[in-house]
């Protein structure tokens, strides 16, 4: 799939563009074996190979490491924003969504625009690696698994590698606070870890964390009872907790 030109941002636009690879290698690498697409090695350019301390790197894992420097020095202000974050059925039905701009003013403004998305991109392959789509002037990150896909939504000249980072950790954190079970009824029985886990993500717009072993222990200790050390409970103990504290969040 072709993909749109990124827009890069403040100080760090060097390194991004030294991390994106031409049409033609990238279209090369999409049908390779092992290793394939955004995940395929390639050799970098001197300066993105000083930063890296490698003269080889995969495009995923050379932005992970750029969005590591960012969050050390937090700025995360200067990154792309996120326009909605969506998890839907095989149908095209809400499992869970979080939208972070006022573009879609109404709920049936975003039903459409989640209806029109699922249509546009239900008979594609994105089973094994994200695929990357425009769509009503936007750019779209999407994964499937299971009877559930994955969207991430960002401005039309977002960098695109940042909006699959984000994904990424989405799809990996909620498989493990599912413990592998990716499916429609398992995330609607553990809706509030889902929603929980959007929110370590991303707030208002704002990239927060990409690491799915970072947001799914954050999600675990999210509301954890001050009476009992973190160290004394375990894990599901600590998620019993934190859907209490969200119940009692919602009925206030």
Known sequence: MMMATSKLFGRYSGFLEAAKVSSASFASSSSAGNGSGLNRV????????????????????????????????????SCPSIKNILLLD???????????????????????????LFSKTQKTNAR??????????????????????????????????????VLQGFFDAVGLLLRGNVDKKEALENLDLVLLCLDEIVDGGVILETDANAIAGKVASHSVDAAAPLSEQTISQALATAREHLARSLLK
């Open 42 to 77: 390639l050799p970098v350019s001197p300066q993105l190979g000083k930063f890296l301390g490698a003269s080889e790197a995969s495009r995923t894992d050379t932005i992970k490491k750029i969005w590591e420097y960012i969050k050390r020095h937090n700025l995360q202000d």
């Open 90 to 116: 095989s149908d095209g039905n809400r499992v869970a969504v979080k939208y972070y701009s006022d573009e879609w003013l109404t709920n049936s403004a975003k039903e459409a625009f989640e209806k029109a």
């Open 128 to 165: 094994t690696e994200a695929e990357i789509a425009m769509f009503e002037n936007h750019i779209v990150v999407y994964k499937f698994v299971q009877d559930l896909h994955f969207f991430v939504t960002g401005a039309e000249g977002e960098n695109e590698l940042i909006l699959v980072t």
